[in-house]
């Protein structure tokens, strides 16, 4: 998939999640670490968004009302018109289960909390953002 990430351009990360609280943290979190994000409100924003735009990452809540994250995977999956290189799906207490179907899928299941998700965005982009002692 083609990546919008370049040498002058950190990659782009877009957020979704229905609580505006947790995007916006989400979103400052992230662009603290240095990544480009974009908050969508839920899954019909994030898809809208993705059929336009290319992104590096998408980082969606798997419990939001009408499309969730499950959801927009699935929607991810079967459109050719849809695409992003890497998905982490924010669950507030994963079950094993889910995790499986995640790890089965390619893409990461996460706690929702700040330490999660900076340590599995972290080495997708080994190169982009180096580690320093």
């Known amino acids: 998939m083609k990546s919008t990430q370049t040498a002058m351009r950190p990659p782009v990360v877009l957020v979704a999640d229905d609580v505006g609280a947790i995007r916006r943290s989400l979103g400052r979190l992230l662009s603290h670490a240095g990544y480009q994000v974009v908050l969508a409100e839920g899954g019909h924003q994030a898809l809208a968004y993705l059929r336009s735009n290319v992104v590096d990452c998408l ?10 994250g499950w959801a927009v995977l699935d929607a991810i999956r079967v459109s050719a018109a849809v695409s992003c290189q890497r998905v982490i799906l924010l669950d507030p207490s994963p079950r094993i289960k889910a995790v499986a179907k995640a790890c089965a899928l390619g893409v990461s299941l996460v706690e929702k909390t700040a330490t999660s998700l900076l340590d599995a965005i972290g080495p997708a982009f080994p190169k982009a953002f180096p580690k320093t002692a």
């Open 59 to 68: 980082v969606i809540d798997t419990d939001m009302p009408e499309i969730n």
